[in-house]
C-alpha cells in the first residue's frame, strides 16, 4: 500500500502548493480601505430576486435602505410568485429606493433565479445606472458594503466584484460542514487564480456580485446563461472572458441568514447543484469518487490499519489535510483541531453529491424553490 500512500502524498503537495495557496484563506476585503473613492459615485441598481422569503426578507432589504452609499442607489426586489407575503414584507421593511416587481411565471429556457433577476434588470432598463448590484433574499450588507465594493470596482478597473457571504455557523451541523463548504469551493476555485486576469479559472458567489454595467451588458447581459444551474460562477466566467477582470474574496461585510439547523437542510443546499458541477456525466462523477477517496479516505484509512512506510505515508497526508483546513475553521472560530475529522466531513459531502445525481437520474434533480430549473 506504499503506492497508495505515496500517491495521497502527493496529492496533498499539489493542494498545498499548487493551486494558489486558496486553504490559507486570504483572498478577502480586510483590504478594502485601501481603495479610494472615485470622484463621482455612479449611480447604482440593486436586484433582489426572492420567493417565499418572510423570514429573512424584512432585514435583507433594510440592510440596503441603509446603506451609506454617496450616489444615487435605486433597490429593486423581484416577488417571485410567493405565497408568504414576502412582497408585503419587504414593502414594509423598505423605503423610497426601493421597488417590488410582482414576478411572472418563468420563461422556457431559464432557470427561477435568473429569470426573476432579468425581470429586475428590465424594471430599470431606461435607468442610467452604472453599475449593478445582485444579492440573495437572504444575505445581510453591513452600511459600508456596497461603498467598498464600487471603490474596488473603480480602482482596480474590476468589471465584476463577488463577496462570499459568510455563512451561518451556530447550529451542530453547521459548525461541522459548513466551514468544509467554503474549503471546498476555494478549492475548486482558487479565488487567487479566479482574481488573475491571466488565468482561466473564473468564480463568483451569487449572494453578492456587483458588475459593471456596460461590461455585462456588452456580453449579452444574463442571456448567454439564461439556463445555468450555478449561475454565479457561469456568471463570472462570461465576465472574464474578452479579458474582463474580476475579484472574488471572502468578507466580514456580508452575511447569509440562511439557517442550516440539521444535516438535512445541507444536503438538500448540496444536492441541488452537486451534480450540475459535474456536467450531469457519470465518469466525471466516478472520477471525482476517486479523487476524493484518494485524498480524504486513503490517507486515514492508512494511518490506522497501515503498517511501516504506508503508515507513516497516511499519517503525513493526514497531518497535511488537518493543516490545510486550520486556517478555514480559524475564520469560523473553530479549533483546528476539527481538522482531524475532514475525512469525515467529505465522506458526508461525497454522500450528498452521489444523492444529487441519483435524485438526476430520477428526475428529481435541480430544483431552485420547488421548481424545476433548466438544464441548457
Not at 417565499?52 to 454617496?70: C, F, G, K, M
Not at 483546513?325 to 469525515?344: I, K, Q
Not at 444529487?356 to 430544483?367: L, N
Request: hydrophobic share 50%.
Amino acid at each position: 500500500m506504499i503506492w497508495l500512500g505515496l500517491a495521497a502524498c502527493i496529492a496533498w503537495a499539489v493542494l498545498l502548493f499548487g493551486r494558489g495557496f486558496f486553504w490559507l484563506a486570504r483572498d478577502d476585503d480586510s483590504d478594502a480601505a485601501i481603495w479610494p473613492e472615485p470622484a463621482r459615485w455612479p449611480a447604482v441598481a440593486v436586484v433582489v430576486p426572492a420567493r417565499n422569503e418572510a423570514e429573512t426578507i424584512a432585514v435583507t432589504v433594510r440592510s440596503l435602505t441603509a446603506q451609506d452609499y454617496p450616489g444615487a442607489l435605486r433597490i429593486v426586489m423581484v416577488d417571485d410568485r410567493s405565497t408568504d407575503g414576502t412582497g408585503d414584507l419587504a414593502r414594509a421593511a423598505g423605503d423610497q429606493h426601493l421597488l417590488v416587481v410582482t414576478g411572472r411565471g418563468k420563461a422556457s429556457g431559464w432557470s427561477g433565479k435568473l429569470y426573476a433577476l432579468q425581470q429586475g434588470l428590465d424594471a430599470v432598463a431606461g435607468e442610467a445606472h452604472e453599475f449593478l448590484l445582485f444579492t440573495d433574499a437572504d444575505i445581510s450588507h453591513t452600511p459600508d458594503s456596497l461603498r467598498r465594493l464600487v471603490a474596488r470596482a473603480t480602482s482596480d478597473r474590476r468589471d465584476l466584484v463577488s463577496l462570499m457571504a459568510r455563512l451561518r455557523c451556530q447550529s451542530t451541523a453547521e459548525r461541522w460542514l459548513i466551514p468544509a463548504f467554503v474549503f471546498f469551493f476555494q478549492m475548486l476555485y482558487p479565488f487567487r487564480w479566479s482574481n488573475d486576469p491571466k488565468a482561466r479559472t473564473a468564480a463568483a458567489a451569487g449572494g453578492c456580485v456587483l458588475l459593471r454595467r456596460s461590461a455585462f451588458e456588452a456580453r449579452g447581459g444574463l442571456m448567454p446563461i439564461k439556463g445555468r444551474i450555478i449561475d454565479d460562477c457561469a456568471l463570472a466566467g462570461l465576465m472574464k472572458s474578452g479579458g474582463g477582470r474580476i475579484w472574488l474574496g471572502l468578507t466580514e461585510r456580508v452575511h447569509s441568514l440562511r439557517a442550516y439547523d440539521d444535516i438535512g437542510t445541507i444536503r438538500a443546499m448540496v444536492v441541488r447543484t452537486a451534480y450540475a458541477q459535474l456536467l450531469y456525466h457519470p465518469l466525471v462523477l466516478a472520477g471525482m469518487v476517486l479523487a476524493l477517496s484518494l485524498v480524504y479516505l486513503a490517507p486515514p484509512l492508512l494511518a490506522v490499519f497501515g503498517h511501516g512506510t504506508a503508515r507513516l505515508l497516511g499519517l503525513l497526508a493526514w497531518c497535511a489535510m488537518t493543516v490545510a483546513f486550520a486556517p478555514m475553521l480559524r475564520r469560523f472560530g473553530l479549533s483546528p483541531l476539527r481538522g482531524l475529522a475532514l475525512p469525515v466531513i467529505a465522506t458526508t459531502y461525497l454522500a450528498f453529491t452521489l444523492d444529487s445525481a441519483r435524485a438526476e437520474w430520477r428526475g428529481m434533480g435541480g430544483f431552485w424553490k420547488g421548481e424545476p430549473l433548466s438544464r441548457e
